[in-house]
DNA sequence: CACTTGACCTGTCCGC
DNA sequence: TGCGGACAGGTCAAGT
């Protein structure tokens, strides 16, 4: 579920909800909860308070007094939802899109001493927190192996290129899926992007031009930025920090939209598997 | 080594 | 209405 532009919502919904906070109870369900963690992760959590908010790729990290962190991945359908004091019901413009909580979902729980909680639920149960010293987050194999921020000030099209020359015997759609070529793109901005670069997703990586992996670099970036803007992408579970649903579908030029037509030719959009991954194109503009 | 495929889970939707 | 199968936004391990 959630790419970059959704956890860095989630991210900054966070940053604003529990800095300064304090763990008072902490609830798990299973070994799921907390994996490799330290024995008993209660005495690790309570009473440590939530110092900052930090993302890498698709993984949240919550800063903690101890030095400890917790590391988050969401994968397909993981959320992580707070709830004050106030909830508010239907037709509240704060209205949130999840009901009553814990709820079936729910896979560990964070009690604050203000009496706030903070959820984390994910129904098919392929996400994970773990919490480990805050000094060993960047020796975990996955944050050894991830790619670059696409997002960040001094990531150039030239390096975005040159990190693709890895996969050149793939799909385009394959490589930018990638997370060690390239941080954070999923299914959504991998499809979003390249109909605004006009590649088709099958096409091999080292048939690309170099005028094509700019267009591509900059459609990427733009994507990615104005799904942040819109708060990401609801489909179905999704949500932000306050229980509330993106509205980037509302944008998108070819993702879920098969059957309608192109924004640029008025061709009609389709659906077909690549990288083993649904996939959608306009077929017209992105020729093989 | 590079690349592809299946597994991990639960829920929903579609066709019979 | 019921039931089986396909499918869903991510990543690994295991296979070729």
Redesign the pocket.
């Known amino acids: 579920?959630?790419?970059l532009p959704?956890v860095e919502t989630v991210r900054r919904g966070l940053q604003s909800l529990i800095i300064g906070r304090t763990i008072k109870k902490v609830n798990h369900d299973t070994e799921k909860g907390f994996p490799n963690a330290p024995t008993d992760v209660r005495a690790f959590l309570i009473c440590a308070m939530i110092t900052d908010v930090r993302r890498r790729?698709?993984v949240l990290l919550i800063d903690l007094s101890t030095e400890y962190t917790l590391v988050i991945?969401l994968?397909?359908t993981g959320q992580m939802v707070y709830r004050g004091e106030q909830v508010f019901g239907a037709g509240h413009p704060n209205e949130s899109l999840i009901g009553e909580l814990p709820d079936?979902s729910t896979r560990v729980t964070l009690e604050f001493t203000d009496g706030s909680h903070l959820y984390f639920n994910d129904?098919?149960?392929?996400g994970w927190m773990r919490l480990m010293p805050t000094l060993e987050v960047p020796n975990i194999?996955?944050m050894k192996k991830v790619g670059p921020e696409p997002l960040e000030a001094d990531f150039t099209a030239q390096e975005f290129a040159g990190r693709f020359m890895?996969?050149?015997?793939?799909?385009i759609k394959?490589a930018i899926?990638d997370?060690t070529v390239v941080a954070g793109v999923?299914?959504?901005y991998a499809d979003e992007s390249l109909w605004g670069a006009k590649i088709h997703p099958k096409r091999l990586v080292n048939t690309i031009t170099d005028s094509e992996f700019i267009l591509l670099y900059t459609e990427l970036r733009a994507v990615m930025n104005l799904a942040i803007e819109k708060g990401g992408?609801?489909?179905?579970?999704?949500v932000n920090a306050e229980g509330k649903r993106g509205s980037y579908m509302d944008f998108a030029r070819v993702f879920r939209r098969e059957g309608l037509t192109c924004p640029r030719c008025d061709a009609e959009i389709i659906k077909f598997k690549a990288?083993?991954?649904?996939t959608h194109i306009c077929p017209v503009c992105q020729v093989q």
């Open positions: 579920m959630p790419e959704e790729a698709k991945h994968k397909m079936k129904q098919r149960k392929f194999d996955f890895r996969r050149g015997k793939t799909n394959a899926l997370q999923g299914n959504i992408s609801t489909d179905k579970n999704y990288a083993g991954r649904g």
